[in-house]
């Protein structure tokens, strides 16, 4: 099984930005802990990490094109936003989980809308980096079958 693990805007800066929300572990970190739960679970694994929007999209298409069987996405604030991220995640016909490392619906306001989510299979909201090893027990589940 083939998934692609998309992070959005500013999750290069975890570690860095606003550590009590996010915690101080690195990007670094974090993505090693993705590719090592994905390898634990013999799932191969491209964990991608973007600030613009359109190059998002693109690697959206290409999962598409290159036979993924899931996608894993943190869009960042374009989750509330984004509707060419929601357009780009029905368009690759793919079963899309979208994780957040923090609890959006107990932040802001503007932060409790996604408007990329209901392109998803589901959303997990809250859980710090497990969020993405669950999205991938989700996904494996599921047997990878198109969306
Ligand atoms: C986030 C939540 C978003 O509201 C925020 O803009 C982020 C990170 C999360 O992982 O908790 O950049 O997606």
Redesign the pocket.
């Known amino acids: 099984m083939k998934i692609m693990v998309l992070n959005g ?3 290069n800066m975890t570690g860095i930005r606003e550590v009590g929300v ?1 915690g101080s572990e690195t990007y670094e970190q974090l993505k090693g802990y993705i590719e090592d739960q994905a390898a634990r679970r013999e799932i191969q694994v491209k964990v991608l990490q973007s600030n613009h929007e359109g190059q998002l999209i693109d690697w959206i298409h290409e999962a598409y094109f290159e036979g993924y069987d899931g996608l894993i996405i ?4 374009l ?2 936003y984004s509707y060419a991220l929601h357009d780009a995640i029905k368009a690759a016909l793919l079963p899309a989980v979208e994780v ?3 609890n ?1 619906h107990a932040r802001e306001e503007f ?1 409790r809308r996604s408007v990329t989510a209901a392109a998803c299979l589901g959303q997990i909201s809250g859980l710090g980096k497990q969020g993405y090893a669950l999205a991938m027990d989700a996904l494996a589940a599921r047997d990878g079958g198109r969306a």
């Open positions: 805007p500013n999750l996010y943190n869009p960042g604030a989750t509330h957040h490392l923090s959006i932060r």
